[in-house]
Nanobody, 127 residues
Framework: QVDLVESGGGSVQAGGSLRLSCSVSRHTSSRISLGWFRQAIGKEREGVAVIDLGGATAYADSVQGRFTISQDNAKNTLSLEMDNLKPEDTAKYFC?????????????????????WGQGTQVTVSS
């Protein structure tokens, strides 16, 4: 069992920055990989940035170069630094955890591989 709680969402103008955080509480000794997903109204949930069990990262093409994912194991925290935000980044952002050993470039396309999900935090970017 893994509990995930996101924070840091909000409203910002285009070009601005936000930092999302996910507090990770583990109730299992199994290794887990973590990632950020988002879902805009009327759209499917999509992978934004993930870290696999080997520590490799992957990003959606739409955020490459603007977003940075990081993990602090000592603080049990996953973060997403989002710079140069665009209106199309508007969505609810979710932190997720998976016990699957799948490479980052592949698992970012596999929301179904993630078993544990946070409640999400809203990010709204105005033009």
């Amino acid at each position: 069992q893994v509990d995930l709680v996101e924070s840091g969402g909000g409203s910002v103008q285009a070009g601005g920055s936000l930092r999302l955080s996910c507090s990770v509480s583990r109730h299992t000794s199994s290794r887990i990989s973590l990632g950020w997903f988002r879902q805009a109204i009327g759209k499917e949930r999509e992978g934004v940035a993930v870290i696999d069990l080997g520590g490799a990262t992957a990003y959606a093409d739409s955020v490459q170069g603007r977003f940075t994912i990081s993990q602090d194991n000592a603080k049990n925290t996953l973060s997403l630094e989002m710079d140069n935000l665009k209106p199309e980044d508007t969505a609810k952002y979710f932190c997720a955890a998976s016990s699957r050993n799948i490479a980052a470039w592949m698992i970012i396309q596999r929301p179904d591989a993630y078993v544990y999900w946070g409640q999400g935090t809203q990010v709204t970017v105005s033009s």
